[in-house]
């Protein structure tokens, strides 16, 4: 078995593996025999890859049983370290650590064969925070309100998302004018017709003007998506020391997709909301780095020191969390207030006015720290609240599928927002 990609597929190949659209929908079944209309079909609908039976894979990963297994201790040992704060007797969360556990495994077998290192490199994604080696907890504590003023002001947002949220506004506006004031912007612009035009949204035909996706998509919807590209330019001098930028957002669009992904099984419309809550849902900690990067540094050492979730540190050193700071900048940008609950409530979405989408953001913020894709500085995955499953109302199923769909979806979203690099 081995992955071919969508171009070298020929008619007469076995599937040896379900092929999924990136919403999660069955396309075709494993064993079933390609034929030419259905290349014609996976094409319009975006698909990448497929496995195909008999098809020699050299990048393979090992089995489990192929691996050392002074290999495979090494790596439970450092899964079990990564779970350490996560409730692992939930079925979900015990799903999920046998996964992780095993994926864990398998990388460090090809890296140990490559001559790299395998070892614990891969679990301490946080950087080392450069202040003295005591952290003066507590002596940082400020009102939460003082980020509002002077030197620590929040950011605000780019004037193209405020014009086109006036324009959304007004009621005698047309799809024409928000596509108007749009492509005013042409990175904006460029940037919106890649992403509506790829697999992660899988129109069978091309969308080749904003006005037309507008038409599809809806105002609300794109303007939702034209905020998610603006934000991804409005950080960009962030002290490399506290945290990595690209790997930050990379982290952030793992969030989006997973949260969007998941919204899907519960059939929710608008799910451009969910992904853009996911990608903003640690916007928060951002905001820490950028206005205070002393404390910031306190507090990441600190959660080093003492082996806590970094939210934790953020209370002990700030006496607030990258959640109020968040809520309060959906605030400031005058963003809706479900955005604001999503993000605001990640960490405790049974408190939140719209639970669903909250638990969304909190499910999917589990499970991308799970995967390690990416880091906005926590090193370990988060306790998972009892209430935020119940609220989804999902089998463990889905989410085991939804590990290998956000492997295939992620590569492709964090190419189109960051314009390919």
């Given at each position: 078995?081995?992955?071919?990609?969508?171009?070298?597929?020929?008619?007469?190949?076995?599937?040896?593996?379900?092929?999924?659209?990136?919403?999660?929908?069955?396309?075709?079944?494993?064993?079933?025999?390609?034929?030419?209309?259905?290349?014609?079909?996976?094409?319009?609908?975006?698909?990448?890859?497929?496995?195909?039976?008999?098809?020699?894979?050299?990048?393979?990963?090992?089995?489990?049983?192929?691996?050392?297994?002074?290999?495979?201790?090494?790596?439970?040992?450092?899964?079990?370290?990564?779970?350490?704060?996560?409730?692992?007797?939930?079925?979900?969360?015990?799903?999920?650590?046998?996964?992780?556990?095993?994926?864990?495994?398998?990388?460090?077998?090809?890296?140990?064969?490559?001559?790299?290192?395998?070892?614990?490199?891969?679990?301490?994604?946080?950087?080392?925070?450069?202040?003295?080696?005591?952290?003066?907890?507590?002596?940082?504590?400020?009102?939460?309100?003082?980020?509002?003023?002077?030197?620590?002001?929040?950011?605000?947002?780019?004037?193209?998302?405020?014009?086109?949220?006036?324009?959304?506004?007004?009621?005698?506006?047309?799809?024409?004018?928000?596509?108007?004031?749009?492509?005013?912007?042409?990175?904006?612009?460029?940037?919106?017709?890649?992403?509506?035009?790829?697999?992660?949204?899988?129109?069978?035909?091309?969308?080749?003007?904003?006005?037309?996706?507008?038409?599809?998509?809806?105002?609300?919807?794109?303007?939702?998506?034209?905020?998610?590209?603006?934000?991804?330019?409005?950080?960009?001098?962030?002290?490399?020391?506290?945290?990595?930028?690209?790997?930050?957002?990379?982290?952030?669009l793992a969030c989006g997709t997973a949260a969007r992904m998941i919204g899907s099984y519960k059939n929710i419309a608008n799910t451009e909301r969910l992904f853009v809550a996911g990608l903003l849902h640690d916007i928060g900690r951002i905001n820490i780095y950028k206005n205070l990067p002393s404390a910031g540094r306190e507090m990441l050492l600190y959660a080093q020191q003492t082996d806590c979730l970094l939210r934790?540190?953020?209370?002990?050193?700030?006496?607030?969390?990258?959640?109020?700071?968040?809520?309060?900048?959906?605030?400031?940008?005058?963003?809706?207030?479900?955005?604001?609950?999503?993000?605001?409530?990640?960490?405790?979405?049974?408190?939140?006015?719209?639970?669903?989408?909250?638990?969304?953001?909190?499910?999917?913020?589990?499970?991308?720290?799970?995967?390690?894709?990416?880091?906005?500085?926590?090193?370990?995955?988060?306790?998972?609240i009892p209430e935020a499953w119940t609220e989804l109302g999902l089998p463990t199923e889905i989410f085991t599928k939804s590990v290998q769909l956000v492997d295939r979806q992620v590569a492709e979203v964090i190419h189109n927002f960051f314009d390919g690099d």
């Amino acid at each position: 078995m081995g992955k071919v990609n969508i171009d070298s597929l020929k008619p007469e190949m076995v599937l040896a593996e379900d092929l999924f659209h990136a919403d999660g929908r069955l396309l075709l079944s494993k064993g079933v025999k390609l034929a030419s209309n259905h290349l014609r079909v996976l094409k319009i609908w975006g698909v990448a890859a497929a496995e195909i039976e008999g098809v020699a894979d050299s990048s393979r990963p090992p089995t489990l049983e192929e691996i050392d297994p002074a290999v495979l201790q090494e790596a439970e040992e450092l899964t079990r370290k990564q779970f350490s704060h996560a409730n692992v007797d939930h079925p979900f969360l015990g799903e999920l650590l046998r996964i992780c556990n095993q994926r864990r495994a398998q990388r460090m077998a090809l890296q140990k064969t490559s001559g790299s290192d395998g070892g614990a490199a891969d679990v301490e994604r946080a950087p080392t925070a450069n202040v003295r080696s005591t952290p003066t907890v507590g002596n940082r504590k400020r009102d939460l309100a003082s980020l509002l003023d002077g030197d620590v002001a929040l950011v605000s947002l780019p004037n193209i998302f405020a014009e086109i949220n006036r324009v959304i506004s007004d009621p005698r506006s047309s799809a024409v004018h928000v596509a108007d004031v749009i492509s005013k912007d042409p990175n904006l612009t460029a940037r919106l017709l890649r992403i509506v035009n790829s697999s992660f949204y899988g129109f069978p035909s091309k969308i080749d003007t904003i006005s037309r996706a507008v038409t599809i998509l809806g105002s609300k919807e794109l303007s939702t998506l034209a905020l998610g590209t603006s934000v991804l330019n409005i950080f960009n001098d962030i002290p490399a020391d506290l945290v990595d930028m690209k790997s930050f957002w990379e982290h952030s669009l793992a969030c989006g997709t997973a949260a969007r992904m998941i919204g899907s099984y519960k059939n929710i419309a608008n799910t451009e909301r969910l992904f853009v809550a996911g990608l903003l849902h640690d916007i928060g900690r951002i905001n820490i780095y950028k206005n205070l990067p002393s404390a910031g540094r306190e507090m990441l050492l600190y959660a080093q020191q003492t082996d806590c979730l970094l939210r934790s540190a953020e209370m002990e050193v700030l006496g607030f969390d990258h959640g109020q700071i968040g809520a309060m900048l959906m605030q400031k940008w005058k963003l809706p207030v479900i955005l604001e609950q999503a993000v605001g409530y990640h960490h405790k979405p049974a408190r939140s006015q719209h639970p669903l989408e909250a638990s969304l953001v909190h499910i999917a913020d589990i499970l991308i720290n799970a995967l390690m894709i990416g880091t906005s500085g926590e090193r370990f995955v988060p306790p998972m609240i009892p209430e935020a499953w119940t609220e989804l109302g999902l089998p463990t199923e889905i989410f085991t599928k939804s590990v290998q769909l956000v492997d295939r979806q992620v590569a492709e979203v964090i190419h189109n927002f960051f314009d390919g690099d």
